[in-house]
């Protein structure tokens, strides 16, 4: 990680950042590839990097409309744990944990990924039986996971209101393995993984329209005319259902603006992330002191990554009621992406009626902790033309055969 050292900094930034290179090149698009990928978020740029070095491919594009990262991906709130309800869930959160441990050094590029633990707060009968359920859901998945009294909570979140007035905490659901990561670190290593490796990573690359002839797809169009590929992987979030309607497929996905705001950076005072649906917010602090606050969806259905006030109103009274120290805190911004949420609020991973055409997409509020997992079993399948057992039952037939991984109601929780 010598490009990344404090001295390498510090020379760098002595220099005014001159003699900065680019990170990833500014590829042109070619005629022509093996496989291209729409969408240069985490889980696009993830599955390009792993073809690539885990599959021996070599004519790979991802096309970005906009900028990397530029999507969910570098808006998230970052929270990483693998506490689900279903194994099928548990078992590639689980999974993507496990590679998150290694990441920064896989890729040379600190991620930043500090697992302070998740506690995950019940405030009625009804949200302890749930907490329950699901820590023992875990025990049986062979995932670590705790159940905590209101006393154990107060003593692991000191800042937290255990005894507030409209929002008592009866106990919480605790992973110690859980924690946070620097999102836009993670999209720019990948980018750097997968350019190292000859990856064509081309951006304001928007995908206008996906090809076909005899059932199989045959390339995609974009600004820059037609490009062919005998594999194409629609990897686009929220817009992915627009894009692959114009081959005639039709995806069980709805768009829905996603919030989250920052405060002033404060001197360290909250050491793990906290959870809590039924009040309706989500809070961990960034290494450089900031607090990071995140909330549910916002209730209209659209494309436009801008939230409504109403939202920011209820997160900011839910912080105040939990945390009531944290009135005194200013806020620095807020911000919006655009989830893609499906009717069991699991992703979408497989092939479609299209040969060729596959989709990863669906993460809705919580892919980015999957985004380890996500690329190197997506790039399995991409590669072999065969599931990786992981994903396959995230597979969109499971529409048709009723079999949901229904998640929401599941785990009440959103990240
Ligand atoms: C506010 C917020 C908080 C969140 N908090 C968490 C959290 O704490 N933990 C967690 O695990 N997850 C969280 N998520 C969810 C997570 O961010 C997403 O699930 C994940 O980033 C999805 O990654 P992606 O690569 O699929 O999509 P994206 O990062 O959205 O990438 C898709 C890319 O496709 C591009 N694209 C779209 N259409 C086209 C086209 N036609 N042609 C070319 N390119 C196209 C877009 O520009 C975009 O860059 C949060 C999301 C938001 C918005």
Redesign the pocket.
Known sequence: MSGSSFVSWMRSAIGGHRQAGRQWKKASPKSAYDVII???????LATAAYLARDHGYGRIAV????W??????A??????RSNYLHDYSAAVYDHALGLWSDLSAELGYNVLFSQRGVLTLAHSQHDVRQGQRRVFANGRQGIEAQWLDPQQVAERCPPLDIAAPRWPVLGASWQPAGGVARHDAVVWGYAQMADALGVDIIEN????ALCSKDGAVTGVETPFGFISAPKVAV???A?SAA?VQSAGIVLPITAKP???MVSEPVKPVLDPVVLSSTVGVYVSQTDKGELVF?AGTDAPVSQVARGSWAVIEDQMAAVVALFPSFSRLRLLRTW??V?DITPDASPLVGETALSGLFI??G?????????PASGKLFAHHLATGTAHDLLRPFALDRFERGALIDEQRAAVVA?
Do not use: D, Y
């Open positions: 729409v969408g240069g978020g985490g889980h696009g096309l970005e409309k906009a990397l990262g530029g999507g969910n991906t808006r998230n709130t970052a929270i990483i690359c928007p995908v206008t990897v686009a979030a817009q894009l996603l919030q989250a995140g919006a992406g989830v990863n997409c993460w809705g509020t919580g892919g980015f902790k999957a985004i990240q």
